[in-house]
């Protein structure tokens, strides 16, 4: 197989190329310690590591070897999961729902041993919505009501476009540190991470019944106030979205 060398745009190239990070080999060799410990499965493994390049930004280089999802047009081989995220990056960037950013996409296959790198930012300006619970318990009622709204409105527009996110927890909900707008936050402060298992659903209700279910089950620090909150903004922006597509 040909092997994949993708960015998403020059400037993630010229980025990484300024560290001398713009190709494969240079990546797969880096000497990093290991962020998260690798996860060993079936004959495989995937790892992530956090490094700083040289204009003081910070990366998060995740490499694996062998370890695979099947899709429906590859169900017996399978792909690199850390392809899927990719992809699944690049989809939710087209439909303007927060993501993180990807600066590259790399695979080879070699000898029956099948490697794959996925490069992304380091979202250091933000945290999760539960890392943001728990710092922020007693911030103003205001600012908090708007993160809520926020995070729904996210959720909704994901769901607009019948992607399923399928891990959808607080952990893998990333909200901006400081509102970008005064102190009211906005659906922009919302990112969403770790898309290896995003995919298309057969229908908005079923994606969005999945999904919700999951985040109110492992989304810690949320009061029944609040998912009223997260409820009324949701059902508002679905609305909204759907007299925008129905206009066009």
Same mark, same amino acid.
């Given at each position: ?91 939710? &960037?087209? #439909? ?8 590259? =996409? +790399?695979?080879?296959?070699? *000898?029956? %041993?099948?490697? /794959? ?39 909704? &527009?994901? #769901? ?8 959808? =927890? +607080?952990?893998?909900?990333? *909200?901006? %540190?400081?509102? /970008? ?68």
């Amino acid at each position: 197989m040909k092997p994949r060398d993708l960015f998403p745009d020059a400037a993630a190239r010229q980025q990484l190329g300024t560290s001398g990070l713009a190709d494969f080999e240079a990546l797969w060799a880096l000497s990093t310690d290991w962020h998260e410990a690798p996860n060993e499965r079936r004959g495989g493994w995937s790892g992530v590591s956090r490094y700083r390049l040289d204009d003081g930004s910070a990366i998060f280089l995740k490499r694996q070897e062998n370890h695979l999802c099947r899709t429906l047009r590859h169900p017996f081989r399978g792909i690199p999961t850390f392809y899927r995220e990719y992809l699944n990056i690049l989809r939710l &960037r087209q #439909h303007q729902v927060g993501a993180v950013d990807a600066l590259y =996409y +790399g695979d080879r296959l070699e *000898v029956g %041993r099948w490697r /794959a790198i996925l490069v992304t930012r380091a979202l250091d300006s933000h945290l999760s919505l539960d890392d943001w619970n728990d710092a922020a318990a007693q911030s103003e009622q205001p600012q908090r009501q708007s993160l809520i709204a926020a995070t729904a409105q996210a959720c909704a &527009r994901l #769901h607009h476009h019948c992607l399923q996110h399928s891990c959808l =927890y +607080g952990k893998h909900v990333f *909200v901006s %540190r400081s509102p /970008a707008s005064n102190r009211s936050y906005q659906e922009s402060d919302v990112r969403f991470i770790d898309l290896e298992k995003l995919r298309k659903g057969i229908s908005r209700e079923r994606v969005s019944r999945r999904d919700l279910d999951q985040l109110m089950r492992h989304t810690s620090g949320w009061s029944d106030a609040d998912w009223t909150i997260f409820r009324s903004a949701y059902r508002l922006q679905r609305e909204i979205l759907q007299r925008q597509g129905a206009v066009r």
